[in-house]
């Protein structure tokens, strides 16, 4: 069965670094991509990174280029994104998710329409 759940979220202060996690449980063998996005307070979900897991290519958002790395442990079914210099801005509730049709970028990060599988989500709150 099908399942995503994140871990890893919490509050840090502006500069400091977190690691999300995605174990993705039956989904990692017929995915075509991973993305993580994230959704702020009275906001809509943007797309952060993905990851395409067959070739290991990845993208990212212009917002966290540089400072976020999205990455795979195929022999844990995880994926995980390190963030890092993370600011006010990067206040968010944190979600991963997958999809079998293939994914396509705005921003420079993934849209959020094709993806099929996604967790409950993690809240990270940056302090100033």
């Known amino acids: 069965q099908e399942h995503l759940a994140e871990s890893g979220g919490g509050s840090v202060q502006a500069g400091g670094s977190l690691v999300l996690s995605c174990e993705a449980s039956g989904v990692t063998y017929f995915a075509s991509c991973i993305g993580w996005f994230r959704q702020p307070p009275g906001k809509e979900r943007e797309g952060v990174a993905a990851i395409l897991p067959d070739s290991n290519i990845t993208f990212y958002a212009a917002s966290v280029n540089g400072r976020f790395t999205i990455s795979q442990d195929n022999a844990q079914n995880t994926v995980y994104l390190q963030m890092n210099s993370l600011k006010p801005e990067d206040t968010a509730r944190y979600f991963c998710?997958?999809?079998?049709?293939?994914?396509?970028?705005?921003?420079?990060?993934?849209?959020?329409?094709?993806?099929?599988?996604w967790g409950q989500g993690n809240q990270v709150t940056v302090s100033s």
């Open positions: 998710a997958a999809t079998r049709y293939g994914c396509a970028a705005r921003h420079g990060g993934p849209v959020p329409d094709v993806f099929t599988y």
